[in-house]
Structures are given as C-alpha cells and as structure tokens.
C-alpha cells in the first residue's frame, strides 16, 4: 500500500517557477516508477512526466519538454516536478502516481493532486 501526498502547488506568474513534491509512504517507494499528471475542467487527465524507480529513466509530455524535470529521492519517499517557464496553459490540477511498471501509463495508486495557476 502506497500513500501519496503532493503539495507545492499555488499561484504563479506566467515565466515563473515552482517545484511540487510529492510525498510518499510505505517501505517500498523505491521500487515504484513514478508519474506526474494534471487534469483541467471537461479535458482528460494529461501525463506530464514519469520516471522509473532508479531514477534512471524519464519521459515528458512533448508540451513541457524542456520545461519540467521529474527527479526522485528515494531516501526521502520523495518525487518532485520542477517547473520553470510556466504558461497559463500549464494551470491545472496536478497528481502524482505511483505503480510498479514505469512502461505506461496505468498508475495504480494515485495522491489527492494539488492546484497550480499560472496567471497571465
């Protein structure tokens, strides 16, 4: 059993930066690939990185490439997103997942997500 916890998000100017973590419980975070997500109002849940559980690969939506860097801590049950050059386009609210296969996108266990406006 995984426990998800994100937090970080809030109200940025459009160019800033922010950085979420998400925090994980339980013994075996380090055995889980990893994945960011956002979902916006009638749109669907959009992947916007993963990465697997060494750390050692990553993806990225081709709409933040460049842009946002997933990075993990496993000593500290702990993934992050960074996000620079934010865009208005970027507002949503954003989950961080969690599941034993880093191959696609079917996360098991999901956190309570958090907010991020960016404002124009």
């Known amino acids: 059993q995984v426990q998800l916890v994100e937090s970080g998000g809030g109200l940025v100017q459009a160019g800033g930066p922010l950085r979420l973590s998400c925090a994980a419980s339980?013994?075996?975070?380090?055995?889980?690939?990893m994945g960011w997500f956002r979902q916006v109002p009638v749109k669907e849940r959009e992947s916007v990185a993963a990465?697997?559980?060494?750390?050692?690969?990553?993806r990225y939506a081709s709409s933040v490439k460049g842009r946002f860097t997933i990075s993990r801590d496993n000593a500290k049950n702990t993934v992050y997103l960074q996000m620079n050059s934010l865009k208005p386009e970027d507002t949503a609210v954003y989950y961080c997942?969690?599941?034993?296969?880093?191959?696609?996108?079917?996360?098991?266990?999901w956190g309570q997500g958090t907010q991020v406006t960016v404002a124009s």
């Open positions: 990465i697997s559980w060494s750390g050692g690969r990553t």
């Open positions: 339980g013994p075996t975070f380090s055995s889980y690939a």
């Open positions: 997942a969690a599941d034993i296969t880093y191959a696609n996108d079917n996360y098991y266990y």
